[in-house]
């Protein structure tokens, strides 16, 4: 695995440390961080810790190891409060599908309890 970072982008700083995160998960892979902009509380971003921009560039490798590491890093989230009831899991791609950030990300949305979940 031969990482390559991109000098202009903002997750690249994050993975290599020029913009601080909150970090929830990292390995040689992947970091997992909370999103700066929170849709409910622990609302987390996984990264691969290589630049590609969208769904669309990666290859079976790459989609092999993110993929599989998500259900590990969802359930963490999931134990950090007994409030997390369930998750929403959202992949945007293109300006046109809302991605703002051009560095491949999956938003883990964690949902909670109907009496405190935000609507
Ligand atoms: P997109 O719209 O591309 O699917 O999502 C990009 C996400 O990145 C947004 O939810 C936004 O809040 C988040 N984001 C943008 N800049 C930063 C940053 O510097 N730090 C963190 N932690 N999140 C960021
Ligand atoms: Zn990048």
């Known amino acids: 695995f031969e990482p390559k970072l991109d000098a ?3 997750f690249c700083k994050i993975i ?3 913009i601080p995160s909150y970090t929830i998960y990292e390995d040689d892979m992947v970091k ?6 929170q849709g409910t509380p622990g609302h987390t ?5 290589t630049h590609v921009p969208d769904i669309f ?6 989609a092999s190891a993110v993929f599989a590491r998500i259900p590990k890093i969802a ?3 999931k134990a950090s409060d007994d409030r997390i009831i369930g998750m929403n899991i959202v992949n945007n791609n293109g300006a046109v599908a809302y991605q703002s950030v051009f560095h ?3 938003h883990l949305i964690p949902r ?8």
Request: with cysteine; glycine share 2%; charged share 30%.
């Open 45 to 49: 971003l996984v990264i691969p810790k």
């Open 16 to 18: 290599n440390g020029d």
């Open 75 to 77: 359930r963490a989230i």
């Open 112 to 119: 909670y309890s109907d009496k405190d979940d935000f609507r």
């Open 57 to 62: 560039a990666y290859d079976t490798d790459l």
């Open 8 to 10: 202009d982008c903002i």
């Open 104 to 106: 491949s990300h999956f």
């Open 32 to 37: 997992a961080f909370l999103d700066i902009s």
